[in-house]
Structure formats: C-alpha cells, structure tokens
C-alpha cells in the first residue's frame, strides 16, 4: 500500500496521473510536463511536498545545545547560523565520508533547529539521529514532523500569488532574504514560510498543518498558482544543478565527489561526523555537467561516459525544457576539465557531449550556451 | 482514452492503418503517448529497409524514458513522417495523425490478425 500526503484526493480530481515515488502515491504530471517546467520558469507553479519530513530538534544548552549537536552531526557548519530563521543546506555523513542525506536546517532559536530532509530517507536518518543524541546529547529531543504537510510554491511569480492567497503572509514574509523562514499565525495554526526550494527560482516553501493543506492549496490554484509534478520538479532541479539523493549521490560516493564540496566546511577547527575519512581520502572523481551536442537521443541515468581521461557514468540526465536540448549530471573523472567533449554512450550509439559547469538554467533563462 | 474503431492496434501499443495502396501506416497510441508524457524525440526507420514482424524499428523519447516501436508485420518501409522527428510534440497533440512511418506488408493478408479497438481497449484496461 502506498503512502499518500493528505493532497491525495486533490490530485486525482484534478487528473493527475499518479506514481509510485519511493513508496509515496505522487502526481508525475497533471497532463504536460514541459508546460508545468515552463509555468515555474516563466510564472508560478507548486508542488505537493508533504511526503518529505520535517524533523525538530529542541533542548538547552547542556553538551553544547542543539547548535553543538548538530555541529558535530552535519557536514556544513551551523555556526554560519547566526539570525534566527536562517537556513543551512547541508549533507548528512556516514563515519566513511559517504552521504546518508542532504537536508535544509533551519536556526529558529538556540534551543529550537528544524530540519526538513527527503522522504525515502527520513526514516534511516532518524534512526541515525537518534543514535546519535544517545551518544552525545541524550537530552535533547527529537520530533518528526508527520503532522504537517508542505507545499512549493515556485517561479518569478510565486510569492506575490502567495500574498494574494494567504491573507497575512505579506506583512510576514514579504522582507524574508533566500534561504530564511518565519513563521505566522493563522486561522489553520502556526505556518512555517521558507523562502527555499528546488527549481533555480524565486518562492516559498510553506509548512502547514496537515488537515488545512488541501485549502490552502485550494487558496493557491484560485490566486493562479499551476500545480506541478514530479516530473517538472525533476527538469527544473537539474537545470538548476541540483543534486537528487539517491541518484546523483547516496551512501557509496563523499559530497566532494559528488559536486558538494562548497557544503563541506573542512577549513575550520571544528569535528564533524565523517570529517576524518574526506580529510584521509582526496577526490578523484567529480560531478559535471554534461550538454549533449549530437542530435540522436536524450542523456539518462546510468549511461556510460567516455572521456580522454578515463570512464564515468550519467548519474541525472533529461531533455531541458529551457535549453531546448538534452543535460546531463555526470560523475567524471577529477581532471576531465570545462568545455572538454566526451562521448555518451545511447543506445547503440556514442554521441557528443560538452562538459559545463552548472547550473544549465536559473531565474528563467540559460545559464550555459549550446554553442561550444 | 481515444480508441478509433477504424484502425488495428498491436499489444505493443502501435495504431496501423491500411491506406488505399495497400500500404500500412504505423503510429503510436494515445495511451502509449500519454503514458510516455511529453515526447522530445523521435528516430524513424530507414526507408527500403526490411522488418520482420515485432522488431524494434524506431524509438521515441520522453522527458521521462526512451521506449521501442515495433513493426506490426513484416514489411518493407517505404516511407517516413519527418513530421514527427522536427516536431515530436506533435504526437502528443494528435496520435492518430502523426503516423511514423509506411511499411508496404509480406503479406496483405496479415493486417488481419491483429487487434481491433475493442480487443486493444481490454488488453490496456480501464486506462
């Protein structure tokens, strides 16, 4: 039996077609994929996001708090945490240098961080947290949020749609810079709004009790907010060279092989989990990205690469709806360099492609150019 | 799902239409083509090529997947649609009319065999 967010039903009226996303009922489409891409680039899209968790972690200052917790826990460093609401992009490390998860974290106050990580993966890493606090602070406590759903809303457009479809939000979090939340008040409970997401656009991330979600996504649809499947979701966080868990990086590569190094604060003094083994272990590998020059097909997952430096692998690849072309994320060899070509294995056929330094597309438009 | 009652349909999920020279156009089916999502390229078959019945001879990308088409019979293609490799959306919008290409049949007789509307409706369910 799938898991469904309470959106569900909403879906299916609106003709969603449906999916099984890693054990979750989800909507891949609600008829053109490239239109709903282009609504988010061009507009305001949103998407149901309720299958992924938000953990709380809140406690006093005892074995240095919850900031200490997670200093050592997470491989970005929180102290870059400084005014409550900010938040941090991180990744969740193994004692082996490998990726358990990447996550957001959110600084609310020195006694209250909330997390919001990926739903095939909430479960291993409450069991890590959990672990973890055992360890070294077994006086904080640890919450998963099933109670509330959450809803992307994305594109050039997305926030001013939002004030018009959630009286109050304006005054609240119209002043929020990228990357910080705040929360309001409203007839529906506490909201959580977070100026994040996942697409390479403007919007919000807005957290909400669960039994109001279908109202408020209701509230979106009439302000002309588009609603968008996975399957957009999935173009538009590869035009924006974001990284997807489970395909682009998992427990078998480091964030440094896995273009994550700018996450991975090794310059300070500070220890973290996983910290020793990316220290003992330089990269050899990295992800690049990969535009395809050949007509003939569309760069998948798992398509072998040849480079003049050795062999890699496509780890994310799709037709761009923006660049009009195929792209591609691609673990490479570490001295495969920027404008190189190497040659794609499809099908039965090895076709050109230029390696580029994403993102492919943010804020509407290209970022790289198809012309070599 | 838009099932015409007046072409022939393979498990595979092609459409095949007999033309008035005996020839037999070869597409794809709206269930296939809403189940692909938005296709983004198309590679047809050479012409004068020979097909035996059930091989794949051209293929068709989506944003989501790359999938096969196969010949309905066996045949000699004698034609192509560059139609749907320039513009692969338009597949999407008009399965029926985007045919991808014309395969002049082994034997006329075994158009015949294959499945008709009602029969494909129940091998795709209540899709």
């Known amino acids: ?372 | 799902m838009n099932i015409p009652a007046n072409l022939k349909y393979t498990s595979s999920h092609e459409w095949v239409r007999t033309e008035a020279d005996g020839t037999l156009s070869v597409g794809i089916t709206d269930h296939a083509q809403t189940a692909l999502g938005d296709l983004v390229y198309v590679e047809l078959p050479a012409i004068g090529r020979k097909l035996a019945a059930a091989e794949a001879c051209a293929v068709v990308e989506s944003v989501k997947a790359a999938s096969d088409i196969y010949a309905p019979v066996a045949g000699e293609v004698v034609a192509v649609n560059a139609g749907v490799t320039d513009a692969p959306e338009q597949v999407n919008k008009d399965p029926y009319a985007s045919w991808f290409f014309r395969i002049k049949p082994a034997d006329p007789a075994a158009v015949a065999k294959l499945l008709d509307a009602k029969a494909y409706e129940a091998t795709i369910g209540d899709a």
């Open chain 1, 1 to 372: 039996m799938l898991k469904q967010t309470p959106l569900n039903a909403i879906h299916r009226a609106a003709g969603a077609r449906m999916v099984d996303f890693g054990g979750w009922d989800m909507p891949v489409n609600y008829g053109s994929q490239i239109d709903e891409h282009h609504a988010v680039r061009n507009d305001a899209g949103m998407f149901d996001v309720s299958h992924m968790r938000g953990v709380d972690l809140r406690g006093d200052a005892r074995s240095g708090g919850v900031r200490g917790f997670l200093s050592y826990a997470l491989a970005n460093n929180v102290d870059k945490l400084k005014n409550p609401g900010k938040a941090l992009y991180s990744c969740l490390l193994k004692p082996d240098g490998t990726v358990i998860d990447d996550l957001i974290v959110y600084f609310l106050r020195e006694d209250y961080f909330r997390l919001v990580v990926n739903a095939g993966t909430a479960d291993k890493d409450i069991a890590w947290f959990r672990q973890l606090l055992a360890e070294r602070a077994p006086h904080l406590t640890l919450t998963p949020r099933t109670d509330l759903a959450m809803i992307a809303i994305q594109g050039p457009n997305a926030r001013t749609k939002v004030w018009r479809a959630l009286p109050g939000s304006e005054s609240v979090a119209s002043g929020l810079k990228p990357f910080t939340a705040a929360t309001m008040a409203s007839a529906w409970g506490e909201l959580f709004l977070a100026r994040t997401g996942y697409t390479g656009e403007d919007g919000l991330e807005i957290m909400i009790p669960a039994p109001h979600v279908g109202e408020l996504w209701q509230a979106l649809v009439a302000a002309g907010v588009r609603p968008a499947g996975l399957g957009a979701r999935d173009t538009l966080r590869l035009e924006a060279g974001m990284n997807l868990y489970g395909q682009d990086m998992d427990e078998t590569v480091s964030p440094l092989e896995s273009g994550l190094g700018w996450t991975v604060d090794l310059a300070s003094p500070r220890d973290f989990v996983g910290k020793a083994a990316l220290l003992a272990r330089p990269p050899t590998r990295q992800l690049a990205g990969l535009v395809l020059v050949d007509r003939g097909g569309v760069l998948r997952a798992h398509q072998p690469v040849h480079t003049g430096k050795g062999d890699g692998e496509i780890t994310s690849g799709t037709f761009s709806p923006t660049l009009n072309q195929s792209i591609a994320l691609a673990r490479l060899p570490a001295d495969v360099a920027v404008g190189d070509t190497v040659r794609v294995v499809v099908r039965d056929r090895e076709l050109a492609a230029r390696v580029v330094k994403p993102p492919f597309a943010r804020n509407g438009k290209a970022c790289v150019s198809l012309m070599p």
